[in-house]
């Protein structure tokens, strides 16, 4: 098995990236809101451009597969007229913000992200490794911290500090200073030698150097993730597996406008959905849930089988009694879930996987090669 290969940057909707299926244009959509006319659009454009398949990202980004080479330019052409693309290259790159989905128009969340995004469009601002980004969380306890991101706004007992991953504490700011304490820090990440060879994660940064001084204040206790059902903001829905199709995503365009999460799910702003919607996932318990999957074959150009057909097949004969999460891995790299997991299925061949409990993706396996019918009857 060849050692999976380790890509510096994440793709755009300016620069996409090349994958076993085609090109990966990746949006990152404003505030992550998506107005009913933005999800039709997109739906279409899905279809029209890509190969109607749509990812939605552990960062709240949407990601339209099966994109040619020479329809690229189409697409591009098309989001732009609905606001989803950057001004160039350069300020895509630079806007990679998560936002709380549940910011409320002018609350600080909203008003943060918005300076933020507007101080990184400047061009003057740092330039920093593709996957480095900023996580904009100031609602009552914060509900991103288990979302990748390299600093954080978030909110303490007394206000609002801006905090280094990482770091245990941060820096107390105001809604007024806090996009310039972002950047402020930023540049001390720069400044430091947090970047080697075009790649640096703050995280690792803080690890061998320290956080940086004026850093004493801790953030509220984290929130749970949020489950899929009714929130006082509107109705979670999951994505089964974290990827629908155009025609299922365009169906969304009829409840109302929607927002981006990073929990694989979408929330709809308002009322819940009166009818039945069998390609989202509505209920907690569904088990479904319990199973992250990466991309896989043929998506994925370093997978070793089909990831997802395989989790469908697994996740219909899942122990009621367990809700124990399952990572299903294409190969050792284990993007979909890079931390340990109670059970993880790495794929050794096409078809089967081995088995590691308690370990990450590339951990030794535990077990010979198994196929999906012998998974199934290990009633995981
Ligand atoms: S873990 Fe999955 S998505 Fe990531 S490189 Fe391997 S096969 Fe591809």
Avoid: Y
Avoid at 47 to 67: C, E, F, W
Avoid at 248 to 254: R, Y
């Amino acid at each position: 098995m060849s050692a999976p290969q380790v890509f510096g940057w994440c793709p755009g909707a300016l620069r996409p990236m090349m994958s076993g299926d085609g090109l990966v244009v990746r949006l990152r959509v404003p505030m992550g809101r998506l107005s009913p006319d933005q999800i039709r659009r997109v739906a279409t454009l899905a279809r029209t451009h890509g190969n109607g398949m749509i990812d939605l990202s552990a960062r709240a980004n949407l990601q339209l597969r099966g994109v040619t080479t020479d329809s690229h330019a189409a697409l591009v052409d098309g989001l732009r007229e609905i606001g989803l693309v950057d001004a160039d290259l350069a300020a895509e790159a630079r806007r990679n913000i998560t936002v709380t989905p549940f910011w409320q128009d002018g609350d600080d969340s909203h008003r943060v992200a918005q300076a933020l995004a507007r101080a990184l469009s400047n061009d003057g601002a740092p330039v920093l490794p593709s996957k480095f980004g900023f996580a904009i969380d100031c609602g009552e306890r914060p509900v991103l911290t288990r979302t990748s991101a390299d600093i954080r706004i978030e909110r303490s007992a007394a206000g609002l500090i801006c905090r280094a991953d990482g770091a245990e504490v941060g820096q107390s700011v105001r809604v007024e200073t806090a996009a310039d304490a972002a950047l402020t820090l930023a540049r001390w990440f720069l400044d430091t030698g947090g970047v080697t060879d075009g790649r640096g994660r703050m995280a690792a940064h803080i690890a061998t150097r320290g956080a940086p001084v004026g850093s004493d204040t801790a953030p509220l206790p984290t929130a749970p993730v949020p489950e899929p059902g009714m929130t006082p903001q509107g109705t979670l829905l999951g994505f089964a597996f974290g990827q629908t199709t155009a025609e299922s995503f365009a169906q969304l365009a009829e409840l109302g406008a929607l927002r981006l999460t990073p929990w694989r799910m979408v929330l709809i702003e308002g009322a819940a959905p009166s009818a039945p919607l069998p390609d989202f996932i509505t209920d907690a318990r569904d088990p479904r849930r319990r199973v992250q999957v990466c991309t896989g074959a043929p998506g994925c150009r370093q997978a070793l089988s089909d990831t997802r057909d395989a989790a469908r097949a697994i996740a219909a004969h899942l122990s009621p009694d367990s809700d124990d999460t399952i990572h299903i891995s294409g190969c050792a790299k284990g993007c979909a879930h890079p931390a340990p997991a109670p059970v993880t299925l790495t794929a050794s061949h096409d078809g089967h996987f081995t088995l590691i409990r308690h370990g990450r993706a590339g951990d030794p396996p535990q077990s010979a090669p198994l196929t999906v019918t012998q998974i199934q009857d290990r009633r995981l």
